[in-house]
């Protein structure tokens, strides 16, 4: 089974802080992909890499930058928190053409106060 | 404007009844279709899939349906359970390999014993 992992379930941060969110899988896949999740909007999604130290933007990357030095790990990165960043975030790999079966890890709820 | 539309956006059902959820979409060119279920605090997890040229598809007590020339899926549930309770996400990915995938704001739905 395909197993992805988010390092922080919960997470509590100040206004202006550095964040780091963290995701590992074990499925050797090129794709992995940052989401978040908000009441009637849906996913969205902020970045997308299809290789080490390759990443494209999303639909909505201001504010978040991203980096994938090895293949099994994603990173997302706010530079500096801010309460409209309070969310939760989904981390997904694969995505393989033609079904692009997204594999989705347990979520990170972000709170920043 | 959301190229993927669900309804409705919540619903209750009494444990044991049947219950229907819908997905319209405009994504074109289209690839497939997938539902996700995703529990409370959890990532979703794919439930079926289906290509242009399916149109039904069961797993378990969920099937889902297809209509591509109408550009419509449902996904009923039989014999509700209490573990049914969650949200359903209607996902269509477009035929190209950009890896983008199109997610519906999803229909929460909840069991009552």
């Known amino acids: 089974d395909v197993k992805v992992t988010q390092s922080s379930r919960y997470l509590v941060k100040r206004t202006g802080e550095k964040v780091f969110l963290e995701c590992v899988q074990d499925?050797?896949?090129?794709?992995m992909f940052w989401y978040r999740q908000d009441p009637g909007l849906g996913l969205r999604l902020i970045y997308f890499?299809?290789?080490?130290?390759?990443?494209e933007k999303g639909d909505i990357p201001e504010g978040y930058s991203v980096s994938r030095e090895k293949k099994e790990r994603f990173s997302l990165i706010l530079e500096s928190a801010s309460t409209n960043q309070t969310s939760m975030y989904l981390c997904?790999?694969?995505?393989?053409?033609?079904?692009?079966?997204?594999?989705f890890g347990p979520g990170t709820r972000l709170t920043v106060l | 404007k959301n190229q993927v539309e669900q309804s409705p956006q919540s619903l209750i059902i009494l444990e044991g009844k049947n219950c229907t959820l819908q997905?319209?979409?405009?994504?074109?060119?289209?690839?497939?279709l997938r539902w996700y279920k995703q529990d409370t605090g959890r990532g979703p997890v794919s439930l079926t899939i289906?290509?242009?040229?399916?149109n039904t598809k069961s797993n378990g007590r969920y099937t889902a349906t297809l209509d591509a020339d109408t550009k419509q899926s449902s996904l009923h549930i039989t014999a509700s359970q209490l573990s049914d309770s969650a949200s359903y996400i209607c996902?269509?990915?477009?035929?190209?390999?950009?890896?983008?995938?199109?997610f519906g704001a999803g229909t929460t739905v909840t069991v009552r014993a």
């Open positions: 997904a790999s694969g995505g393989d053409y033609p079904y692009n079966e997204q594999f």
């Open positions: 499925m050797d896949h090129e794709n």
């Open positions: 890499s299809y290789d080490v130290k390759m990443k």
């Open positions: 997905c319209n979409y405009t994504v074109s060119p289209f690839s497939n």
């Open positions: 289906m290509t242009f040229s399916e």
């Open positions: 996902v269509v990915s477009r035929r190209s390999n950009d890896y983008k995938l199109s």
